[in-house]
């Protein structure tokens, strides 16, 4: 007994165009940016590492202009990230502020 010619995967008739997926921008994490920018931020916060903390900086605005509209953040807002990250290069920099005011040298 043969199968049914709709059953056999080798005819014509079962073949079926391959088309890939559609990947869109909306579809993308955008809370990539915020992670690296905490992470980057507390880094440079505890070993002193002001390169870091720019990083952290720019990276934290990258997120805030990438933002949606309904973002409601597993990290929180991407401004208060920016915030984090301005305030801890405001604490690095804070000591050479306060000494060039004052004319203590560190």
Not at 47 to 69: D, H, P, Y
Request: charged share 20%; proline share 8%; with cysteine.
């Amino acid at each position: 007994m043969t199968p049914p010619p709709h059953a056999d995967p080798r005819s014509p008739d079962s073949i079926v165009d391959y088309k890939p997926e559609v990947k869109r921008v909306e579809d993308d994490d955008p809370d990539v940016a915020g992670f690296i920018a905490l992470v980057c931020s507390i880094v440079g916060l505890m070993i002193r590492n002001r390169t870091s903390l720019w990083i952290g900086t720019v990276f934290a605005v990258e997120s805030f202009l990438n933002q949606r509209a309904s973002d409601g953040g597993l990290l929180g807002s991407p401004a208060a990230t920016i915030l984090f990250s301005i305030l801890s290069l405001l604490m690095n920099y804070l000591p050479e502020i306060v000494a060039a005011y004052s004319g203590v040298k560190i």
